[in-house]
């Protein structure tokens, strides 16, 4: 017995927050291509039946559920574990800001992050023990069935090293787009940890299609 999990990222943020570090304290909208985004993936996700439905609280991760809303007959659950990491001192910062003001390379921001090196942001350990108990309180309650969960980025990359067991650093290597799905099955555990497939990586409905 499995349970399919779509981890989808929210759709593209407005324009003045592009590449800037906004991670949960700043509570930013959708841009005008961000709504067209989430149509389509909304229009994709039609192809699937879901038991359940989960997100982040956050504006922009509701505004991306918006348009699925119509299909799904429940009531999504909010899950306070599935918000963005806390970039501490970085937040509100541009990616070519923080080599200025901070001496490090924000591409480098997942090994950083993995070190505990960003001033004032969440410890790592903090952030993957949040996102994992959100993971696994889903999977119980659906031992079996398909769940969609719409969060961001930074947590879809935890979700996927929890699942896989893999450092979070490696995860620089994955994109994980706009309005993007992954698809994993979690099977029976093994070794104590659950058996965990990885079926579809970062598909993009309003790209890919």
């Known amino acids: ?3 399919s999990l779509f ?3 929210h759709a593209e943020v407005e324009e003045k927050y592009h590449r800037v570090f906004g991670g949960s304290r700043i509570d930013m909208g959708l841009s005008a291509l961000g709504h067209r985004q989430a149509d389509a993936l909304a ?7 879901f038991d359940g439905v989960y997100a982040s609280p956050m504006l922009r991760v509701q505004l991306t559920m918006d348009p699925f809303r119509p299909q799904y007959p429940g009531t999504p ?5 599935l918000r963005e990491v806390d970039f501490g001192s970085w937040t509100g910062f541009g990616w070519n800001d923080v080599q ?3 001496g ?3 591409h480098d921001w997942l090994d950083l992050m993995e070190r505990d090196q960003i001033p004032g942001a969440e410890p ?4 993957r023990s949040r996102v994992a108990d959100a993971i696994r309180f889903i999977v119980d309650q659906h031992p079996g069935q398909k769940v969609a969960v719409f969060a961001h980025g930074g947590v879809v990359r935890m979700a996927l090293s929890h699942l896989l067991g893999l450092p979070m ?4 290597h994955f994109d994980v787009d706009y309005a993007g799905a992954t698809w994993v099955d979690i099977g029976e555990v093994k070794t104590g940890r659950a058996r965990t497939e990885v079926q579809l990586m970062n598909f993009v409905p309003w790209r890919d299609l």
């Open 124 to 127: 790592m350990e903090a952030f």
């Open 169 to 172: 650093r490696k995860f620089e």
């Open 77 to 81: 659950v909010l899950i306070d574990g």
């Open 7 to 9: 981890l989808m990222r």
């Open 43 to 49: 229009g994709w996700l039609r192809r699937h039946t």
């Open 1 to 3: 017995m499995k349970t």
């Open 100 to 102: 200025e003001k901070f």
């Open 104 to 106: 490090a390379s924000a």
